[in-house]
């Protein structure tokens, strides 16, 4: 039964850097060749969440920085 510190932190719970810094880690161990097929399947899996994890803070990022434009916008139209 594995240990509670051997599970990966919920992807929801890292920020951007961290969940980039996983998911570049990931891609270097499959694209090395030296994970199984069933290893690779789980890392490519972790990898999606993460990947939806910085999407997610993007998406974020972009709305605020458009009500921001938006808001400036309107102030210098006043």
Known sequence: M????????????????QAVEELEAIVERIES??????????LYERGTKLLRRCRGVLDQAEQKLSELDAATLAREGE
């Not at 594995?2 to 850097?17: G, M, N």
């Open 2 to 17: 594995p240990k509670a510190q051997d599970t990966p932190p919920d992807p929801e719970s890292l920020s951007y850097e």
């Open 33 to 42: 060749g030296e994970a199984s097929l069933e290893e690779s399947m789980k």
